[in-house]
C-alpha cells in the first residue's frame, strides 16, 4: 500500500505549499502598500489554483484507474464463468473417453480459474482503497476550492486594514 501513501503525502504538501505561502504574504502585508497586498494575494491565489489544478488532475487519473480495474474485473468474472463451463465440459469428456488429456485440461483450467479469482480479489481490494482515497482527496478539494474563494474577502479586508491604519496614523500625527 506504498502506493497510497506516497499519494496521501503528495496531496499533503501540495496542501501545506498554499497554507506556507500565504502565511508568508501576511508576513509581508505588514509593511507593504496597497497594490503590493494585492499581488502578495493574487501570487498566493495563483499557487493555489495550481495546486488546486494538480490535485484535480490526479484524482481524475485515480477514477481513470479505478474504472480500468472495473473494466478488468468484469472481464475476468466473463472469463471464469467461461472456465467454469470449460471444467464441466472437461469432466464430461473424460467420463465418456476416459481420455487423461481432459483430466489434464480440468486442471489446467481449474489453476486459471483460481488465478482469476485470485486477481478478482484483488482489484476489488484496490477499488475499495482507491474509492475511499479518492472520496478523501475530493473533500479536500472542496476545502482548497473553498480557500481560494476566501481568499478575495481576505485580500479585501488587508486593503481596507492597511488603509486604515495609515489614515489613523495621519490623523494621529496631525493631532500630535
Known amino acids: 500500500m506504498g502506493f497510497f501513501r506516497a499519494i496521501a503525502r503528495f496531496f499533503a504538501r501540495l496542501f501545506g505549499l498554499g497554507e506556507g505561502a500565504l502565511n508568508n504574504a501576511g508576513d509581508k502585508m505588514l509593511t507593504a502598500n496597497e497594490s503590493t497586498i494585492r499581488a502578495q494575494f493574487r501570487k498566493v491565489r495563483e499557487d493555489l489554483l495550481k495546486n488546486h489544478t494538480t490535485v484535480r488532475n490526479a484524482v481524475a487519473n485515480l477514477m481513470a484507474i479505478n474504472e480500468e ?59 475499495e482503497q482507491n474509492s475511499s482515497n479518492i472520496e478523501k482527496y475530493k473533500a479536500q478539494l472542496v476545502t482548497l476550492q473553498t480557500r481560494i474563494e476566501e481568499l478575495k474577502s481576505q485580500e479585501d479586508q488587508a486593503v481596507a486594514d492597511i488603509t486604515s491604519s495609515r489614515q489613523i496614523t495621519k490623523l494621529n500625527e496631525l493631532l500630535a
Do not use: C, H, P, W
Open 69 to 127: 480495474k472495473k473494466n478488468e474485473t468484469e472481464e475476468l468474472n466473463k472469463k471464469v464463468k467461461e472456465l467454469e463451463t470449460k471444467k464441466i465440459g472437461a469432466v464430461r469428456k473424460f467420463k465418456e473417453t476416459n481420455d487423461i488429456k481432459y483430466q489434464d485440461l480440468f486442471k489446467e483450467f481449474s489453476v486459471q480459474l483460481q488465478k482469476a479469482t485470485e486477481s478478482i480479489e484483488m482489484n476489488k481490494t484496490f477499488i
